[in-house]
């Protein structure tokens, strides 16, 4: 029971600082609500435990027999992180007459979390923090997996909520861009630790 408490502040603790996924929450919770928002919040939180179980499955023994996968996907995540920002710029009601993107489906933020910078140094990290060899990894990788499960709903929701609440203070198109904007660069900053050396 000790040891689920300590994952779970882990959790807690990396799942509701800012990052890409929270960034992206907010931004939709300000331009879309939150009813079309929640396909997104769900993907992020059953797609996060699902790459955990994966990289704690097996997968990390991939990247270290293949590393070039491991590059690939890291520029094809900052690639896509480039994108999602100039969506989160570019979104906006009324803006110029344009029609608002529409927001993450379930499984595109499912599958954002294999190019999420941050879901990899969580995942990576909680799995070499709390697994030992002296028993069997599976079970381990489970109780991690649905620790961040059970953890990702309320700190995603407080996100969403955020952005919800912060709508109503946006009270023009202007704000709304301004606010918009300021988001897309948050997410931009975001990939600097990982182009970083």
């Known amino acids: 029971m000790e040891l689920i408490f ?25 331009n879309f609500g939150i009813k079309r928002s929640l396909p997104h919040l769900l993907g992020i939180c059953f797609g996060f435990p699902g790459m955990v179980l994966a990289i704690g499955l097996g997968l990390s023994t991939v990247f270290q ?31 110029k007459g344009k029609s608002t993107p529409e927001p ?11 190019v999420n910078p941050k879901a990899w140094v969580m995942a990576i990290g909680a799995i ?3 697994t030992t060899m002296q028993q069997t990894l599976t079970p381990q990788v489970v109780t991690i997996a649905s620790v961040f499960f059970c953890v990702a709903l309320p700190s ?6 955020f952005g919800v609440a912060l709508k109503r203070l946006l009270k023009n198109q202007k704000q709304q861009k301004i606010f918009n904007v300021t988001m897309a660069l948050l997410l931009v900053l975001s990939i600097i630790p990982m182009i970083a050396p």
């Open 6 to 30: 300590t994952i779970a502040l882990f959790a807690f603790s990396s799942g509701i600082t800012p990052g890409p996924n929270n960034i992206m929450l907010m931004s939709s919770g300000v």
């Open 65 to 95: 027999l293949y590393p070039v996968l491991h590059t690939i996907i890291k520029y094809v995540g900052i690639a896509y992180l480039l994108y999602l920002a100039w969506l989160i710029a570019n979104s906006s009601n009324k803006l």
């Open 104 to 114: 993450l489906t379930f499984m595109q933020a499912a599958a954002f979390q294999w």
């Open 128 to 130: 070499a923090t709390f």
């Open 156 to 161: 995603a929701f407080i996100w969403l909520g």
